[in-house]
């Protein structure tokens, strides 16, 4: 139950300090533009308290919900003729100071996440290796790959029972001599009436080691079933500052790049599919991570920080209705038609944008359930 509420605990906090992080950029951008600050909240609405009001009219609020946060600037979202005459309003701002303003939050979740993966490399930090990285991630630099042969079953007449062999077993050896595949284990078979093999087996954190004499049943076979596997282990990097600080900025491209692999494969598969992808989390399936980082300690913590604040950061400039993107697309097609886009209706398709970006929220959501549930 301890456990649980640390996880909770650290989840609103995780959350709260990537998104507070995020609005923080638009609230310093804005002042640095001139533009009136109406509102700076901690948490999300219905306001619970205004807890001060500074010289600039601005009111900083905390709220009920206790997730995240968010900055109201002065006409951002106005159809009213006054806020492009104000001097103060967001909408009355060059092109330029607003596209300033509408991208400082995802620049700042790129520089927490180097922020990040800065102190993470300096301690010392296992580089994230993803799935479609692990066929090249020795060559990368980024692990070691050990290659071996897993034991899927074995068939009850096997003298492989006898010997204490048991399927999840990695074999590893055959008379001494390592196999790390299946061609070549075929070969040590063929002539062969016994042989001796060696196999580690995980138990808890320790692994152990099993050998024993075995029949080759007519035709070179142990009677079991198996298949080339492979375990990958990424190699601790641990730098001075100053080379972590250079390291965490290949970092955060590499984690980017693959970030937007991946919402490219979403977006495939949402709309020509109807499916998620099982590698998407929600809400849901982000609060299991934090339990397991939160169990790995403070660097495992960071790692997913600096991950988070990258996810945060690719989504909310893609050029979607509602998110930063999309906003900035509207400063384009104003830089293009040499007009500005209709107030109205850019608060329309903003509005729809949110509805359908709730939707999917809601739909990672049941599919991160379902999984809890089915799993």
């Known amino acids: 139950m301890l456990s649980i509420i640390i996880s909770i605990i650290a989840f609103i906090l995780i959350f709260s300090i990537l998104i507070l992080v995020h609005e923080w950029g638009h609230f310093k951008m804005a002042r640095r533009a001139g533009i009136k600050v109406e509102e700076f909240g901690i948490g999300l609405p219905p306001r619970a308290k205004a807890i001060y009001k500074d010289k600039k009219g601005t009111i900083y609020s905390l709220n009920w919900i206790p997730f995240g946060g968010y900055v109201r600037l002065y006409g951002e979202d106005s159809s009213d003729p006054k806020a492009l005459k104000a001097s103060d309003s967001f909408a009355s701002k060059t092109k330029w100071q607003r596209t300033k303003v509408i991208l400082a939050g995802v620049v700042m979740n790129f520089i927490l996440a180097w922020l990040l993966l800065t102190i993470g490399f300096t301690i010392g930090m296992k580089p994230i290796i993803t799935p479609d990285q692990v066929p090249d991630a020795e060559a990368m630099g980024l692990a070691t790959v050990e290659e071996y042969i897993y034991i899927d079953s074995i068939d009850e007449n096997s003298s492989l029972n006898e010997a204490g062999f048991l399927p999840g077993d990695m074999l590893t050896q055959v008379d001494g001599q390592p196999v790390v595949n299946l061609q070549e284990l075929a070969p040590l078979l063929t002539s062969?009436?016994?042989?001796?093999?060696?196999?580690?087996?995980?138990?808890?954190?320790?692994?152990?080691?099993?050998?024993?004499?075995?029949?080759?049943?007519?035709?070179?076979?142990?009677?079991?079933?198996?298949?080339?596997?492979?375990?990958?282990?990424p190699i601790l990097v641990k730098l001075p500052v100053h080379?972590?600080?250079?390291?965490?900025?290949?970092?955060?491209?590499?984690?980017?790049?693959?970030?937007?692999?991946?919402?490219?494969?979403v977006v495939v598969n949402i709309v020509g599919k109807f499916t998620v992808p099982d590698n998407v989390a929600g809400p849901v399936g982000i609060f299991q991570m934090t339990q397991q980082f939160t169990a790995?300690?403070?660097?495992?913590?960071?790692?997913?920080?600096?991950?988070?604040?990258?996810?945060?950061?690719?989504?909310?400039?893609?050029?979607?209705?509602?998110?930063?993107?999309?906003?900035?697309?509207?400063?384009?097609?104003?830089?293009?038609?040499?007009?500005?886009?209709?107030?109205?209706?850019?608060a329309m398709i903003h509005g729809v944008g949110f509805i359908l970006l709730i939707g999917l929220i809601l739909l990672i959501t049941w599919n991160d359930i379902h999984r809890l549930i089915g799993g």
Do not use: C
């Open 243 to 265: 080379k972590a600080a250079w390291h965490s900025v290949e970092e955060v491209g590499r984690l980017s790049y693959l970030t937007v692999d991946l919402l490219g494969d």
């Open 192 to 233: 062969a009436e016994t042989v001796t093999l060696t196999a580690s087996r995980l138990v808890g954190d320790q692994t152990q080691v099993i050998t024993g004499e075995v029949v080759v049943n007519e035709g070179g076979k142990l009677g079991i079933t198996a298949q080339n596997a492979q375990i990958i282990d």
């Open 296 to 346: 790995e300690g403070f660097v495992a913590i960071l790692q997913f920080m600096a991950l988070l604040s990258i996810s945060l950061g690719v989504i909310n400039v893609m050029p979607f209705p509602a998110l930063d993107g999309g906003r900035f697309l509207f400063i384009l097609f104003e830089i293009i038609a040499r007009k500005r886009p209709n107030a109205r209706w850019e």
